[in-house]
């Protein structure tokens, strides 16, 4: 898929996650809140990651949101 294809999903999960999923989950019972908020920050991390080929600072940044979110699915509820 072509980086300028990509750029409308990175903006649609930026806006799901910063928005209307992040406010929502905290209504889940636990452990569901972390692992929802946690897969979307997986998300936008691969889509980051597959966005910013030959941009090694987007890349940094997606591996950094793909870790937070495996971190706090894992770890941090």
């Known amino acids: 898929m072509k980086p300028d294809a990509l750029r409308p999903l990175l903006g649609v999960i930026g ?3 910063g928005f209307g999923v992040y406010a929502l989950s ?4 636990e452990p569901w809140p972390g692992v ?3 897969s979307l920050f997986v ?3 691969i889509t980051a990651w ?3 080929r030959g941009e090694r600072w ?5 591996a950094a949101l793909l870790l937070y ?3 706090r699915i894992l770890f941090l509820h």
Do not use: D, K, S, T
């Open 58 to 62: 987007i890349q940094g940044l997606g």
């Open 36 to 38: 929802i908020v946690g």
């Open 69 to 71: 979110g495996l971190l």
């Open 26 to 29: 905290e209504r889940a019972p």
């Open 50 to 52: 597959v966005y910013g």
């Open 15 to 17: 806006l799901a996650a």
């Open 43 to 45: 998300a936008l991390g």
